[in-house]
């Protein structure tokens, strides 16, 4: 049988890390294609904004009782587990793709949400993981796989310009995350004392924040996450060096820094290239792990940002297992704690 990112993508092309890193560099220019103008000639206007905006207090507030508005495309069963295709209503209006992976039976399950990459176009979406979450539900595991806010290059939700901009998509996409953990735990088989997180990349940083936001997921695995957005976004956004720290500062209360350090009891593993990475330095890693409190431990792998690896992989599901209360051998169990 084809792999499951096949089934779902047929046209997927071939991983080439070149062609990863040209997206990366020019991921804003279609979002400035149109706006150029009003980017160079408002920075009197943005000056003097900013300071304004920067002081009002930032919500990740929404409200978590109106209908999911699940629309479902497809169900099908791969491998004795259900696979759902639906789509979910979030609190910014966009409608967010999703795959639902879910063992045979009424529970209680541990639920685990994943976050995809900005890489390879074939899996920078809710396939990056899909494989992996079908593999997963057979221990006894729901998995929810989204399409993160990032996943559209023709729609990148960052400037690296307009740091009040940012900051707001940031939120958008943390409360994208939430939306999905409700979408996670409204199903009657999940356990909700026994929900995880996996996140690549973008889903690394905004599992980060979630962390700090959000007390329903108990342990997270980020992977080659970066702990401040500017360490990106500078690369390729044209901005000028005067007007660095503003941006910055402008960035700092929603940094995956800032606000993983806000979490309270939950627990961590961090996975990183040993030195292969392009985007996250070892320097930066470590920064990323040490703004994380409590429990939590860090692992390095000889591959590169994509962190195709099985030994990480194999890691964060023994991890997993372990955080979980999941059953060593495989097998559906609902494992009550």
């Known amino acids: 049988m084809a792999p499951a990112e096949e089934m779902f993508h047929p046209t997927q092309r071939k991983f080439d890390m070149m062609d990863?890193?040209?997206?990366?560099?020019?991921m804003t220019f279609l979002f400035h294609k149109f706006?150029?103008?009003?980017?160079?000639?408002?920075?009197?206007?943005?000056?003097?904004?900013?300071?304004?905006?920067?002081?009002?207090?930032?919500?990740?507030?929404?409200?978590?009782?109106?209908?999911?508005?699940?629309?479902?495309?497809?169900?099908?069963?791969?491998?004795?587990?259900?696979?759902?295709?639906?789509?979910?209503?979030?609190?910014?209006?966009?409608?967010?793709?999703?795959?639902?992976?879910?063992?045979?039976?009424?529970?209680?399950?541990?639920?685990?949400?994943?976050?995809?990459?900005?890489?390879?176009?074939?899996?920078?979406?809710?396939?990056?993981?899909?494989?992996?979450?079908?593999?997963?539900?057979?221990?006894?595991v729901v998995c929810l796989l989204i399409d993160g806010l990032w996943f559209d290059e023709k729609a990148f939700p960052w400037t690296g310009r307009d740091g009040i901009h940012d900051r707001q998509q940031c939120v958008r996409a943390i409360l994208e995350c939430r939306r999905a953990l409700d979408v996670l735990l409204n199903r009657p088989e999940v356990d909700p004392r026994r929900v995880g997180l996996v996140a690549h990349d973008f889903g690394a940083m905004a599992g980060a924040?979630?962390?700090?936001?959000?007390?329903?997921?108990?342990?997270f695995v980020?992977?080659?996450?970066?702990?401040?957005y500017h360490t990106w976004f500078f690369r390729w956004s044209g901005l000028s060096e005067a007007a660095r720290p503003g941006y910055v500062a402008e960035m700092s209360p929603v940094d995956p820094a800032t606000l993983v350090a806000k979490a309270d009891g939950a627990r961590f593993l961090f996975q990183f290239s040993r030195?292969?990475?392009?985007?996250?330095?070892?320097?930066?890693?470590?920064?990323?792990?040490?703004?994380?409190?409590?429990?939590?431990?860090?692992?390095?792998?000889?591959?590169?940002?994509?962190m195709r690896s099985a030994a990480?992989?194999?890691?964060?599901?023994?991890?997993?297992r372990e955080q979980l209360l999941l059953p060593q051998s495989s097998g559906v169990s609902s494992n009550r704690p």
């Open 35 to 140: 706006a150029p103008v009003l980017i160079l000639l408002g920075g009197l206007l943005l000056a003097t904004a900013h300071p304004l905006a920067a002081q009002t207090p930032l919500s990740f507030e929404y409200a978590p009782n109106v209908p999911l508005e699940i629309q479902v495309a497809s169900r099908t069963v791969r491998d004795g587990m259900a696979v759902e295709d639906f789509s979910f209503l979030a609190p910014t209006g966009r409608r967010v793709n999703a795959y639902l992976v879910a063992p045979p039976g009424k529970g209680p399950y541990a639920g685990v949400l994943y976050l995809h990459w900005l890489g390879d176009p074939a899996t920078s979406n809710r396939t990056e993981f899909l494989s992996e979450a079908l593999a997963f539900a057979k221990e006894g």
């Open 275 to 306: 030195d292969r990475d392009e985007w996250v330095s070892r320097k930066d890693a470590r920064e990323f792990y040490d703004a994380a409190k409590g429990a939590k431990q860090i692992r390095w792998y000889d591959t590169d940002h994509s």
């Open 209 to 219: 924040q979630l962390a700090g936001i959000d007390s329903r997921v108990r342990c």
């Open 222 to 228: 980020l992977m080659a996450g970066t702990p401040h």
């Open 20 to 26: 990863i890193n040209e997206r990366r560099r020019a």
């Open 312 to 320: 990480a992989r194999d890691d964060r599901l023994a991890w997993l």
